[in-house]
């Protein structure tokens, strides 16, 4: 402000690089580019899907109000991380679901997850990722039952994730060249949709609600990282991660040799884009450290392959990316920053 | 702690000099809820109410013989071999409840399964031994066991109410050969609706261990609310 040269010299105590980012614009910035991927959802399944947003984000503001009011803070809907976690929360919903889940999930999200542990900032684990996970463990069936997009017709159909799991748990009799191939083979009534690689990077597939459309979640995910937001390396790690171990291990399960698997297929499936760059990257619940944050980002990727090729449930993203919240406390203590300047203490003999 | 009752009951009365005892166990020293004693039955076993009064009601017959017995024992057993010597009246004990129960409530027995034999190393029993039976008179004994038993009881059976209701929208009462408690027409499928509209259906996750830990926790919370309202006002 004051462009005298003695000022110039003069030096304050630090901080001295400001950053006009606030919880405020992050957050709001966030939600805007998530809307997008969310409306995709609606438009695919249909007013359901809607329902389910609206009621997530209303239950999670009021939630959010009532907490603040008995815990006597300030408060802070404003700041929209109420609406971050209802919009992020209905987003890995599946979209046929009853709107009682939702409205407990994010009741659960905010009032246990979030506020029992200290509110923003302090909570142990993503309150969107926690109440998905509640919301799967209690009402299983709701949660599996997923729609045929955009058919409008109330009619289910399976996710491509959830036919290749069941298809390869029946055991496949002839040799296919991967999971695309299986899932063409498949009758009709399976998925109900013609799939290839196109279709599932633009969205024409079964899916939770905001997980469908990797096209517009990557647009968002640019602009993020533009900004500053998000930083690349969880979910460069996450995906790398993903990459690599499919790339070896995925084709041992079609009959064929290592090194065969078809990575793309398993990037374009299931919710790693929404997860790796919208949930995994939650600044609460990741290291504070460069490396400590890739350390997450491998045990994600590397948890979220061993529970699709491995575990029972098709899809692990979610459980994955839980499991990593809750070891970065200690991923923290074993990583620790060297400040600057300071050597190791040597040890006296 | 003897005396602690002592001083705070001023009033000569020996009939209220003596129900202090009695509640004591189930208010003051719950031991589910604030002394957290015998976490293991507490979150393992309340999955449905019948068990938890079963569970309940077996470790309060167990806590009442074991302290009448050792309070009796009390100067004849050296002190150095007082935890053998105790462990071995509450085993007899635990062996009786439990043949008497394979014998009338058999299915109860199976859904209790191993946790009814462990009740032989919770600590709530050995504890109240230890810390009580083993210094005071047989009347006393009885007092404190009934209060910690019956304050047990009432733990269990509510948190297994706060744990089968949201999960199954029933009290399964079959364990004791009496039928099943609910509102729906259709028991097995855990539904409420109104006008075709479903507006909750059954979250398996509290029949779950993890809901175990929430309730639990949640009650937890609640009673450390009202006493530090009550210590500190409503600040």
């Not at chain 1, 359901?48 to 809907?77: D, P, Y």
């Not at chain 1, 506020?115 to 900032?121: C, V």
């Not at chain 2, 948190?159 to 259709?186: A, C, W, Y």
Request: proline share 4%; hydrophobic share 50%; with cysteine.
């Amino acid at each position: 402000m004051n462009n005298n040269n003695s000022n110039k010299l003069l030096v304050s105590s630090s901080p001295h690089i400001q950053n006009y980012e606030s919880t405020k614009s992050i957050m709001w910035t966030v939600i805007i580019f998530l809307i997008p991927a969310a409306l995709f959802g609606v438009l695919s399944f249909g007013f359901n899907a809607l329902n389910i947003i609206v009621a997530s984000i209303v239950t999670s503001v009021i939630t959010e109000i009532i907490a603040q009011k008995l815990r006597n803070q300030r408060i802070t809907i404003n700041d929209g991380s109420a609406v971050l976690t209802g919009l992020l929360l209905a987003m890995t919903l599946a979209p046929s679901v009853p709107l009682y889940i939702p409205i407990i999930s994010a009741i659960f999200a905010i009032g246990i997850v979030k506020h029992a542990f200290g509110g923003l900032g302090q909570n142990w684990a993503n309150p969107a990722i926690a109440g998905r996970i509640f919301a799967f463990v209690a009402w299983g069936k709701e949660m599996t039952t997923w729609s045929t997009p955009f058919t409008l017709d109330g009619t289910t159909a399976a996710t491509p994730l959830l036919a290749v799991k069941s298809a390869l748990m029946e055991g496949i009799s002839s040799n296919f060249s991967g999971p695309l191939s299986l899932l063409q083979s498949l009758p009709k009534e399976i998925l109900k949709i013609d799939i290839d690689y196109t279709k599932l990077f633009f969205g024409y597939k079964g899916g939770s609600i905001g997980e469908v459309s990797i096209f517009l979640l990557l647009i968002g995910a640019l602009y993020l990282l533009y900004r500053g937001i998000i930083t690349i390396d969880i979910p460069f790690s996450f995906i790398g991660t993903v990459v690599i171990i499919a790339w070896i291990f995925d084709g041992t399960l079609y009959g064929k040799g290592f090194f065969t698997g078809d990575f793309v297929f398993h990037l374009l499936t299931g919710g790693i884009v929404l997860g790796a760059f919208f949930m995994a990257t939650d600044m609460v619940t990741t290291p504070i450290t460069k490396k400590g944050r890739i350390i997450f980002g491998i045990g994600c990727g590397f948890l979220t392959m061993i529970i699709r090729m491995k575990g029972g449930y098709p899809e692990g993203v979610s459980l994955a990316i839980l499991f990593m919240n809750m070891l970065t406390p200690a991923i923290d203590r074993f990583v620790k920053i060297k400040p600057f300047g300071f050597e190791k203490s040597k040890e006296v003999k | 702690m003897d005396n602690v009752i002592i001083q705070e009951n001023k009033s000569n009365s020996l009939f209220k000099k003596n129900i202090l005892y009695f509640t004591n166990g189930l208010l003051k020293e719950n031991p589910a809820l604030i002394l957290l004693l015998g976490m293991c039955p507490t979150l393992a076993v309340t999955t449905k109410v019948a068990n938890g009064i079963g569970m309940g009601l077996a470790t309060t017959f167990v806590l009442l013989f074991s302290n009448l017995l050792i309070s009796l024992l009390r100067n004849f057993i050296p002190t150095k071999v007082r935890i053998p010597s105790y462990i071995v009246i509450i085993a007899s004990f635990v062996t009786t409840i439990d043949l008497l129960m394979q014998a009338y409530l058999p299915l109860l027995t199976n859904s209790l399964g191993v946790f009814l034999p462990l009740i032989v190393v919770n600590c709530i029993i050995l504890g109240r031994a230890e810390a009580f039976a083993g210094k005071n008179t047989a009347g006393k004994s009885i007092l404190d066991a009934l209060g910690m038993g019956l304050g047990f009881t009432f733990a269990l059976i509510l948190i297994s109410l706060l744990r089968e209701f949201p999960g199954t929208l029933k009290i399964d009462f079959s364990d004791f050969g009496l039928g099943i408690l609910t509102f729906l027409k259709n028991a097995d499928n855990p539904t409420l609706s109104i006008f075709r509209f479903n507006i909750y259906s059954g979250a398996k996750i509290f029949t779950m261990p993890a809901g175990a830990f929430f309730i639990l926790g949640l009650i937890l919370a609640f009673k450390q609310n009202i006493e530090n309202k009550k210590k500190y006002g409503d600040k």
